[in-house]
Nanobody, 116 residues
């Protein structure tokens, strides 16, 4: 089992920045992929960015060039640096990790609100 605790959400003006953090605990030795998803009101949850244990990263087209995902394996923590935020980035952001057995674990979510 893996437990996740997210932090760093909040209210920011358009063009501003926020940094999300997600700390994992429990069976962290089994973690492979760490990523961030988001869900806006009335919309489906979507992948924002993810990174593998090997260091490769994948981004949604809508955030490329603005968001950066990184991970600190020693701290079992994944970060999402969000720059040049837009009102359409407003959503609840969820951390998700997948272990090598393809079992996924979700965080509780953190609200990001970007005002215009």
């Amino acid at each position: 089992q893996v437990q996740l605790v997210e932090s760093g959400g909040g209210l920011v003006q358009a063009g501003g920045s926020l940094r999300l953090s997600c700390a994992a605990s429990g069976s962290t030795f089994s973690i492979n992929i760490m990523g961030w998803y988001r869900q806006a009101p009335g919309k489906q949850r979507e992948l924002v960015a993810a990174t593998s244990s090997g260091g490769s990263a994948h981004y949604a087209d809508s955030v490329k060039g603005r968001f950066t995902i990184s991970r600190d394996n020693a701290k079992n923590t994944v970060y999402l640096q969000m720059n040049s935020l837009k009102p359409e980035d407003t959503a609840v952001y969820f951390c998700k990790v997948d272990d090598y057995g393809l079992i996924g674990y979700w965080g509780q979510g953190t609200q990001v609100t970007v005002s215009s």
